[in-house]
């Protein structure tokens, strides 16, 4: 079987962002501690199922070992974003916006509060952000009651914490 070619997109040679929280590093050793732990019944599904032959038309094989693979992956994966995590250390009475603080602005008659953290993290329904998003980015650095335009809205700094 022929898996077709297909160029690198846009955004796949891009680095990941290494900067996350405490809480987001836990996550994720968790998550390689558990991959860890199913990785070696995945290895002997993949064996048992090699032994009934012809791998061409063994579904179960090519499925099982297909999964093996993904483990695997995972693993690497997570385990070179933990070796290069940068962990995000909030400070206490800060004056200007961050990586870590939350920052509560007024733009187009409402007020709404951010928190700016890594690309790892971002929730924009819950209000936090990556320093590499366009609106990260123009608030990093503000102090509080200065204001700025981004994307045509003017935006006021109320709090920085």
Not at 26 to 39: G, P, S, Y
């Given at each position: 079987?022929?898996?077709?070619?297909?160029?690198?997109?846009?955004?796949?040679?891009?680095?990941?962002?290494?900067?996350?929280?405490?809480?987001?590093?836990?996550?994720?050793?968790?998550?390689?501690?558990?991959?860890?732990?199913?990785?070696?019944?995945?290895?002997?599904?993949?064996?048992?199922?090699?032994?009934?032959?012809?791998?061409s038309e063994n579904v179960e094989y090519q499925l099982a070992k297909g999964r093996l693979r993904g483990i695997n992956d995972a693993i690497f994966r997570l385990g070179n974003q933990l070796k290069n995590a940068v962990i995000i250390e909030p400070k206490a009475g800060v004056s200007a916006v961050e990586l870590g603080g939350k920052v509560t602005v007024f733009a187009a008659g409402k007020q709404k509060t951010y928190q700016i953290l890594g690309s790892a993290e971002t929730d924009p329904r819950q209000g936090i952000i990556s320093q590499n998003s366009p609106l990260g980015a123009a608030l990093l650095g503000r102090k509080k009651g200065e204001k700025f335009i981004f994307r045509e809205v003017e935006y006021e700094v109320i709090s920085v914490e």
């Open positions: 079987m022929r898996v077709p070619f297909r160029k690198p997109g846009k955004y796949s040679q891009m680095k990941s962002d290494p900067m996350m929280t405490k809480e987001k590093f836990a996550d994720l050793e968790r998550e390689v501690k558990h991959l860890k732990d199913i990785q070696p019944s995945a290895a002997v599904e993949v064996s048992r199922l090699a032994e009934l032959g012809d791998f």
